[in-house]
Each structure stands twice: as structure tokens, then as C-alpha cells.
């Protein structure tokens, strides 16, 4: 009889190892859940953090853009105008000239003496 109760002590013993065992193991697997969970949400939020941060850069740098074509455009404006500008001015000036080379053309031919051929 001595022996049956050590043997049903030891199987006892054995059924409350493997239930401890069993109970080591869900904690374990638990944990690691809760870890992986929390490493998933670690790197979600850096990823959220550095894809936002590039839009913000991408925003900026398009900004920067905007405003240096806007710039430019206002340049190729003024360039536009200003040569506009000076073409009308050397236009005015070609035609002044060529009026007064024609006033000096008409001078010179009432001061040349007429020749009985070109009559």
C-alpha cells in the first residue's frame, strides 16, 4: 500500500509538472504575443513617422518649386517686356534715322547742279 500511494504521489507530482508546464508555456507564448504586438505597433508608428516626414519634405521642396518657377515666370516677364520695350525703341530710332537720311538725300539732290542729260 506503501507503495501504490508513492506511485499515485508520483503521478500526481508528474500531472502537476505538466500542468505547470503547460501553464509556463501559455504565459511564454502570451508574452510573446504582447511583444510581438508591441514591436508591430513600434514599427508602424516609425514608419507613419518617416513616411510623414517625407511628405512634409516633399511638400516643402514642392513649395520651394512653385515659388522659384513663380519667380522665374515673373523674370521671363520683365525680360519679355524690356525687350519688347527696347525694340520699339530701336525701331523709333532706325525710322528717325532713315528720315533724316532721306531729309539729307533730298538736301544733296536740290544742291547738285542738274546736268542737261538727266533732264
Keep these: 500500500s506503501e507503495l501504490r500511494m508513492a506511485k499515485l504521489m508520483e503521478e500526481r507530482m508528474q500531472v502537476e509538472m505538466k500542468n505547470m508546464s503547460d501553464s509556463f508555456e501559455a504565459r511564454m507564448e502570451e508574452k510573446m504575443n504582447e511583444e510581438k504586438e508591441r ?3 513600434l514599427i ?3 514608419v507613419n513617422n518617416a513616411v510623414a516626414s517625407m511628405e512634409k519634405r516633399i511638400e516643402d521642396e514642392t513649395t520651394a518649386l512653385r515659388l ?3 519667380k522665374s515666370v ?3 516677364d520683365k525680360v519679355e517686356k524690356n525687350m519688347l520695350r527696347v525694340s520699339s525703341i ?3 530710332s532706325m525710322a528717325d534715322a532713315f528720315e533724316r537720311i532721306d531729309r539729307m538725300m533730298e538736301v544733296d539732290d536740290e544742291n547738285l547742279p542738274h546736268s ?3 533732264v
Excluded: F, G, I, W
Design 44 to 46: 508602424s508608428a516609425a
Design 90 to 92: 530701336l525701331k523709333e
Design 74 to 76: 515673373v523674370r521671363s
Design 116 to 118: 542737261p542729260d538727266s
Design 39 to 41: 514591436a508591430a505597433a
Design 68 to 70: 522659384q518657377l513663380a
